[in-house]
C-alpha cells in the first residue's frame, strides 16, 4: 500500500485536480506540516507562512496552549448539538463578550455564516423595532467588499468573478464606495437597517480608509437610528494592532462578525457579537447549526480569547507592523507601487510591467516564502504574530529579490 511518504507532490496535486472541485486556485506546494511561523511539504521542504490562512492563523501552526486545550476537549465530548446545553458555551460566550465589551453573542462556524446571521438579525431588528415595513429593509455596504461566497453575500459583491451566473440576485442591498462618507450619508433612507463595512478590506488588497471615516459612519447610523455592523472577520483579533481594527478610532459597532481567527486555525469557529437589545430579537428555531458553539469550538475559542487577554499578540502586531511596513517602503518606486496596512497586514501593488500577483506568489514560493496575490498584481502579506522579527525580515528580503528592480 501506497503511504503519504511514498508520494510526491505531483501525485497529490494530481489527485486535487481529478476529485477536488476547482474553485481555488492554490500554489504548486503540498502542505504536510506545520508549526509556528513555517510549513514543511511532502519533500521535506520549508516554507515561511506569509498569509496566515486570511488571519485564520494569527497564532502560527499548532500553538501549543491551542492545541493543549483541543486535546483536552477531545477526550472529553466533541458535540451535542443545541438540543441540550454543555458546559463550554455560556464560559466562551461570557468571556468573549467581556474581551470585546459586548452583550450577547451568537455562535457559528464559517465567517460568512456570521455575515448571514447578522443580516438576519439586522433585518428582523429593522421589522420588530425600527417599524420599517415588511420585506422592505435595506442595508447599506461598501463596493469592493468581501463577506463571503454565499448567494445571499455575491448578490451586494462588486467582483464579477464571485457573481457571474449565480444569480437571480438577493434584493435588499445598497452598495456606495468605500472610504467615502458623504456617500454613505445620501445611502440611508428610512428604509435603512443596517450598514456593513469591513474597517480594512482584505480581500479587496488590505485597503485602509481615509481617517475619520470609520466614525463619521458611526455618526452618520446614530443619527439615522441605523446599525452599525462590522466584518472584523479578517481585521479582528489583534491582526491590525489591537483587538478590533475599529479600536483605532474608538468607534464600537452594534454588532461585530468574528471568524478566522476566533478557531485559532485549527476548528472553523465564528460568532455575531454585539449589543444584547439587537440579538435577543431572535427567538427559539428562527436560526441556528448543530456545529455552532459545539464544545470543541468553544474550548479552543476559550484558550484563544486567554491568549488575546494578554496584549502580547496586539504588541507584536503593533512592533513588528512598524518593522514590516517601514522595511516594504524602502520598495515604492524599486518594484512596488504602493504600501498599504495597519498591524501585521500589508497590502502591495506591485508596480505595472513588472511581474502579476500570481508570478510573485510562484517565485516567493519557490524561495520558501508562501504569500498569494488578490486582484491581478496585489499581494497581502499576513504572517502569524507569532513570527520572529528574524523570519519576517527573511520574508521581506525574498520580497524585495522577487519585486525589487
Known amino acids: 500500500m501506497t503511504t503519504i511518504e511514498d508520494r510526491n507532490a505531483a501525485e497529490f496535486i494530481a489527485l486535487d485536480e481529478r476529485w477536488s472541485t476547482h474553485n481555488y486556485h492554490p500554489l504548486g506546494v503540498v502542505i504536510t506540516e506545520g508549526e509556528g511561523a513555517w510549513v514543511t511539504d511532502v519533500q521535506g521542504r520549508r516554507y515561511l507562512d506569509f498569509l496566515s490562512a486570511y488571519s485564520a492563523l494569527n497564532f502560527g501552526h499548532r500553538h501549543p496552549a491551542l492545541v493543549a486545550a483541543a486535546v483536552e476537549q477531545l477526550g472529553r465530548v466533541t458535540l451535542t448539538s443545541r438540543a441540550f446545553h454543555h458546559d463550554q458555551l455560556g464560559p466562551f460566550c461570557a468571556e468573549l463578550a467581556a474581551l470585546t465589551g459586548t452583550e450577547m453573542v451568537l455562535p457559528m462556524n464559517s465567517g460568512a455564516e456570521a455575515v448571514e446571521s447578522a443580516i438576519k438579525v439586522a433585518r428582523k431588528w429593522a421589522y420588530e423595532v425600527k417599524g420599517i415595513p415588511d420585506g422592505r429593509a435595506e442595508i447599506v455596504v461598501a463596493g469592493s467588499n468581501f463577506h463571503g461566497r454565499t448567494t445571499t453575500i455575491v448578490s451586494f459583491s462588486t467582483d464579477e468573478t464571485a457573481r457571474a451566473h449565480f444569480g437571480p440576485f438577493t434584493p435588499g442591498f445598497s452598495v456606495v464606495k468605500y472610504g467615502d462618507a458623504e456617500a454613505l450619508r445620501e445611502a440611508i433612507t428610512e428604509r435603512t437597517a443596517a450598514v456593513l463595512l469591513e474597517p480594512i478590506q482584505g480581500e479587496a488588497g488590505v485597503i485602509v480608509p481615509p481617517d475619520g471615516y470609520l466614525a463619521r459612519a458611526r455618526r452618520l447610523c446614530d443619527e439615522a437610528g441605523v446599525l452599525l455592523i462590522a466584518d472584523e472577520i479578517q481585521s479582528g483579533l489583534a491582526r491590525t494592532g489591537t483587538l478590533l481594527a475599529l479600536d483605532h478610532e474608538r468607534v464600537r459597532a452594534d454588532?461585530?462578525?468574528?471568524?478566522?481567527?476566533?478557531?485559532?486555525?485549527?476548528?472553523?469557529?465564528?460568532?455575531?457579537?454585539?449589543?444584547?437589545?439587537?440579538?435577543?430579537?431572535?427567538?427559539?428555531?428562527?436560526?441556528?447549526?448543530?456545529?455552532?458553539?459545539?464544545?470543541?469550538?468553544?474550548?479552543?475559542?476559550?484558550?484563544?480569547?486567554?491568549?488575546?487577554?494578554?496584549?502580547?499578540?496586539?504588541?507584536?502586531?503593533?512592533?513588528?507592523?512598524?518593522?514590516?511596513?517601514?522595511?516594504?517602503?524602502?520598495?515604492?518606486?524599486?518594484?512596488?507601487?504602493?504600501?498599504?496596512?495597519?498591524?501585521?497586514?500589508?497590502?502591495?501593488?506591485?508596480?505595472?510591467?513588472?511581474?502579476?500577483?500570481?508570478?510573485?506568489?510562484?517565485?516567493?514560493?519557490?524561495?520558501?516564502?508562501?504569500?498569494?496575490?488578490?486582484?491581478?498584481?496585489?499581494?497581502?502579506?499576513?504572517?502569524?504574530?507569532?513570527?520572529?522579527?528574524?523570519?519576517?525580515?527573511?520574508?521581506?528580503?525574498?520580497?524585495?529579490?522577487?519585486?525589487?528592480?
Open 255 to 405: 454588532l461585530y462578525t468574528l471568524g478566522k481567527a476566533l478557531g485559532g486555525g485549527i476548528v472553523p469557529l465564528s460568532v455575531v457579537a454585539g449589543r444584547r437589545d439587537v440579538l435577543e430579537v431572535l427567538k427559539p428555531g428562527e436560526h441556528g447549526s448543530t456545529f455552532g458553539g459545539n464544545p470543541l469550538a468553544c474550548a479552543v475559542g476559550r484558550a484563544v480569547i486567554r491568549l488575546l487577554e494578554t496584549g502580547e499578540f496586539q504588541r507584536r502586531s503593533t512592533e513588528l507592523g512598524a518593522h514590516l511596513r517601514a522595511r516594504l517602503g524602502e520598495l515604492v518606486g524599486h518594484g512596488l507601487a504602493e504600501v498599504r496596512g495597519r498591524g501585521l497586514w500589508a497590502g502591495l501593488d506591485i508596480t505595472p510591467g513588472g511581474l502579476s500577483g500570481r508570478q510573485a506568489s510562484e517565485a516567493l514560493a519557490a524561495k520558501g516564502v508562501l504569500c498569494k496575490e488578490t486582484h491581478g498584481n496585489t499581494l497581502r502579506v499576513a504572517p502569524p504574530l507569532t513570527i520572529s522579527r528574524e523570519d519576517l525580515d527573511r520574508g521581506i528580503d525574498a520580497i524585495a529579490e522577487v519585486v525589487g528592480r
